[in-house]
């Protein structure tokens, strides 16, 4: 398997602009986390899927965020309008509560995204 | 609310070094919790994970032990290499079927030649 990938690698973008981050999970996992990195923060969990349905969204900032997971193996972070302090690593996971070893998360590589 | 501490923020030791990484949470009520490693500019790799019901688990040189009733995991690498320098985080996950894991700040080691 290829693992957790993710698109863009790195986005630079001026504040105001439309972002989009995608992501595709390990086929057969039914958990999808996003996830932000910063320096001042750490990781923070933004929001989780589990089937494709939103569970839990309460990490996620402000009404600029928004997450979709259409099916099984794609979801979309969309910041709209994006801000400077938006620039963050954000990244993907995946996990399974089926077979082993279960529930651990796999990472994708993370999208590094810079707000001028 | 769920905290993760992890001591120390910082380690530089020799290479060949057996060391312990700490990790402490406020709510004795989990479901699991995971040990990371994150290499500069990548993403987390999952090293060992450990349900509730366990006191530890080993993988190679790696042995991570839990101990819920005092809020502690420690992780012990065994014989240090310069390619174990690397942040290492630990997340909890909590229970009452919520799936939310919180990580810690990290412990960003460096083992030297």
């Known amino acids: 398997d290829a693992g957790v990938i993710q698109s863009p690698r790195h986005e630079v973008t001026e504040m105001g602009q439309e972002v989009t981050l995608r992501c595709k999970p390990i086929?057969?996992?039914?958990?999808l986390f996003w996830y932000r990195q910063t320096m001042m923060r750490g990781l923070e969990l933004l929001i989780y899927?589990?089937?494709?349905?939103?569970?839990?969204d309460s990490g996620m900032p402000e009404d600029r965020f928004s997450a979709k997971m259409p099916n099984a193996s794609f979801s979309t972070l969309k910041i709209q309008p994006s801000e400077p302090r938006d620039s963050a690593v954000y990244f993907c996971?995946?996990?399974?509560?089926?077979?082993?070893?279960?529930?651990?998360?796999?990472f994708g590589p993370g999208t590094r995204l810079l707000v001028l | 609310k769920q905290e993760v501490t992890q001591i120390p923020a910082a380690l530089s030791v020799p290479e060949g070094e057996n060391l312990v990484l700490n990790c402490s949470f406020t709510?004795?009520?989990?479901?699991?919790l995971q040990w990371f490693r994150q290499d500069p500019g990548k993403g987390l790799t999952s090293l060992l994970l450990?349900?509730?019901?366990?006191r530890e688990q080993t993988s190679g040189r790696l042995n991570a032990s839990l101990d819920k009733s005092s809020g502690r995991s420690t992780l012990y690498i065994a014989a240090s290499q310069p390619g174990d320098s690397a942040t290492y985080l630990c997340?909890?996950?909590?229970?009452?079927?919520?799936?939310?894991?919180?990580f810690g700040r990290g412990t960003s080691l460096i083992v030297h030649p």
């Open positions: 899927f589990n089937n494709n349905v939103p569970i839990d």
């Open positions: 709510d004795s009520a989990i479901y699991n």
């Open positions: 996971a995946s996990s399974s509560t089926r077979g082993a070893p279960r529930e651990t998360q796999y």
């Open positions: 997340a909890v996950t909590g229970s009452g079927g919520s799936y939310i894991p919180t």
């Open positions: 450990i349900q509730s019901s366990q």
């Open positions: 086929s057969g996992h039914d958990y």
